[in-house]
């Protein structure tokens, strides 16, 4: 592993003690530091150029007060930078709905989308005392459907049975007419996923989005995908008004860079972090100290 991004800059750090004022000297060699450290933690090259710039505007001709000196100083700029670009404050599921409030979950074959909708099944029972139902639109593989229904079952949650003869639109619709007539708060569900990004299934998610209303429409994606995770969140945004983001295998070794940019793609807060393969392994997304571990 890289020495960490405190690491390299203390000896900037060190040049600048007894100064004042952050000069713009300063501020380049320290930027230097930072693009290699985003880079390093695959956050995209377009994402990174914009986050240095907005940094750079921040940090030219700041004052140094109190103690502080002008290194310090610029490294709190990045990581509160960092943080804000990711996320301000914890952001949990919205449920403002009428009952069932609907939740799709979107992403690419492997993302992790099957075992966050366990997940998230749970948390929802667990923190928020909801009685949730989810169901399987994934027609095309049949392990999925009885992957669902296995992990639900740990959740303590109830499924609802689809098969691969059926169309996505009418599971849904069904899942949510049960839903509707045996009170349930939440309906969770799952949809087919590919290993790359295909129009028919974009069609097909747009379609299951506009038959079901989902309150939230939560994009899921695995953080070790790195730069290919802008791509990804790219076409998901170009096709569903994406609510927000489950960024998963986070207990992975990667620096987690894709939440930088997966963040700034869509526009949507960054809800959880899948941190293990287990069914209580989902955490509520912390942007603050998800920035000390990009920066390393
Ligand atoms: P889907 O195709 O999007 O439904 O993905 P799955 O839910 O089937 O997950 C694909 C693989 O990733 C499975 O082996 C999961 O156990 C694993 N997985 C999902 N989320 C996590 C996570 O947060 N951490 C780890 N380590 N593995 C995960």
Redesign the pocket.
Known sequence: MASTLTDRLSHLVKTMRGQARITESNVQDMLREVRMALLEADVALPVVRDFIARVKDKALGQEVVGSLNPGQVLVSIVQKELAATMGEGISDINLAAQPPAVILMA??????????TAKLAKHLIERRKKKVLTVSADVYRPA?IE?LKTVTKQAGAEWFPSAPDQKPRDIALAALDHAKRHYFDVLLV?TA?RLAIDEALMAEIRELHATIHPVETLF?V?AMQGQDAVNTARAFKEALPLTGVVL?????DSRGGAALSVRQVTGAPIKF?????KID??EVFDAERHAGRVLG
């Open positions: 992403g690419l074959q492997g993302a992790g989308k099957t075992t966050t999925a992957q799952d996923g899921v695995d998963t295998k986070l207990d992975g972090a899948g941190v293990s393969e392994g989902l």
